[in-house]
């Protein structure tokens, strides 16, 4: 009965992975096709719609399998990673001039990082909750 | 040549970012993926300081390392009971990140390739409309959501005559400011755009109840996602885009199953006012005349030891009285006597999904002894002892008997199938849902009226008489 179970969800991680793999391929091809278009005047807006849609199919596929117990550091590391915006604040902040847009830049650049480093760090925490009690529990 | 080195480097952040969610599919890949996650984030940061526009090192330097400190400073400090308002408050500060970003954009848009100063091209500014506007609300609705988690704003529903009328006329008013501004290109109509979605944000979560909250913080998660990626549409970065997507598929993921975990549908949440005063009200007027049988710290420590297997029900109540510690020694207890004890938690248990799991994490509960109800629903009737913590609701047999009630349909752990239910609470007052819990006099359980805490330390000093 066990092992059957074991087998039949050993299946079904598989085909979940190469599921995965093909959608993170579909996504590199999207990827590297844009600068091409971009130059024949094709307008971002359309690359980056199809490279949306594909990320929240992966998003879609991957976050369905994150084990319900660890529902907590998901939004933990989502809320840090969703931090990525820091790429803009750090353009923004980017000239040696100080104005008003420098300003908003250093403002973001700051508020990104409490979450980024605290995103990271709490979701570490956590998982060095769970990690632990694997080896007592063994 | 360089610009597609950069976009390459972005193309693995994205990459290394879709590894992070992937590794929590299981304790055993969670840490490997956080460090994807992170060399990810640093590989995003590094390609930007890169980037030929970007040259002023030290101010950057001293944001992150002011920033950084901060964040580093509260994630090591807090308390893991206090992590669902902790998750909020970072919530905020991507949806202002959001906002500042935005704004930047549309003061300095050559610095983006998006057009000239007042000749913004009309796409980028619909982007931006909307990511400001999404990060607005983001920003003031995660602020009270911290507020309601953290007791600082009630966490009973706060409703008024003509609540979603005037959301629905705001809403259509951003949309005519939306129209405005690709227009005028006025910034008067863009910062009118973020006032009024920051006051929506505190109008749109104003309404919702303490115990919706898990469903409110997954829903401000994906929020923050969205954001992100409609700063990516703006500044036409793919890696905003991918992440933002990411996230933003997540939060509503798992908003979906805070909302399937009490049977109600997203607009229900989002509509608010769930549980008022009436429904409590006329709960307490019955609890008084029915019997109900009242135990001591003894009489449970008495009934469990003898037990063969014990179940553990834990809810927000434990996490407020900080008991998973006293909960845990109490089960080590058990566990020296011979009792299978196992853990039962609720989709919607705690403030925010899987916030049960953390706490029981935090003190030590083996990761194998804590279940999810459809792996254990079904035990309950060859369990002995059922010993419900600090819930309430999510035990409430009328979710399954009774059409009238509030929580109709709700799928609850089957506690009352138990041998004997023993029932922690403080005292016999109705739950978050103002419901009655008929579990309170069934023959087969007993109350045990008191503090989660001084309740499991009581029957550990009990058990070792």
Known sequence: MDSHKLAEQAAGVATGASQLSQQAQDLALSISQYAAPEAAGMPFFVVGLTVFVLACFVGYYV????????????????NAISSVIIVGALIAAGPEDWNFSKLLGFLAVVLASVNIFGGFIVTHRMLQMFSKKKKQGA | MAMTLSLLAYLVSSVCCIMALRGLSGPNTAKGGLMFGIAGMALAVVTTL??????SYGTIILGVAVGGGIGALIAKKIEMTALPQLVAAFHSLVGLAA????????????????????????????????????????????IIAFGKLQGIVTGKPVVFKGQHMLNAALGCVLLLLLVLL?????????????????????????????????????????????AAAGIGFTLQNNLLIIVGALVGASGAILSYIMCKGMNRSFFNVILGGFGGEAGGAAAASTASDKPVKIGSAEDAAF????????????????????AQHALREMADQLKKEGVKVRYAIHPVAG????????????????YEDVLELEEINRDFSQTD????????????????????????????????SAGTVLFVKRSLGSGYAGIDNE???????????????????????????
């Not at chain 2, 755009?193 to 997954?218: E, N, Q, R, T, Y």
Request: proline residues 7%; glycine residues 8%.
């Open chain 1, 63 to 78: 976050v369905w399998r994150v084990t319900p117990a660890l529902h907590s550091p998901l939004m933990a590391v989502t």
């Open chain 2, 50 to 55: 890169m980037l030929p526009g970007v040259s």
């Open chain 2, 99 to 142: 906002v500042f970003i935005a704004a930047a954009a549309f003061h300095n848009p050559e610095a983006y390739n998006i057009g000239t100063r007042g000749e913004i091209h009309i796409g980028s500014l619909i982007e931006m409309a909307l990511g400001v506007a999404i990060g607005a609300i983001t920003f003031t609705g995660s």
């Open chain 2, 182 to 226: 690709c227009v005028t290109e006025s910034p008067l109509v863009f910062w009118a755009i973020v006032f009024l979605s920051f006051l929506l944000g505190v109008l749109m979560i104003i309404p919702i109840g303490g115990a919706d909250m898990p469903v409110i913080v997954s829903m401000l998660n994906s929020y923050s996602g969205w």
């Open chain 2, 303 to 322: 009934i469990m030891k003898n037990a063969s297997s014990v179940i553990i029900v834990p809810g927000y109540g434990m996490a407020v009285a900080q």
């Open chain 2, 351 to 366: 403030r925010m999904p899987g916030h049960m799991n953390v706490l029981l994490a935090e003190a030590n509960v083996p």
């Open chain 2, 385 to 416: 002892v059922a010993f419900v913590i600090g819930a309430n609701d999510i035990t409430n047999p009328a979710a399954k008997k009774d059409p009238a009630s509030p929580i109709y349909g709700m799928p609850i752990l089957d506690v009352e």
């Open chain 2, 439 to 465: 579990l309170f006099f069934y023959d087969n359980t007993m109350m045990l009226l008191g503090d989660a805490k001084a309740m499991c330390e009581g029957i550990i000093r009990a058990m070792e008489h």
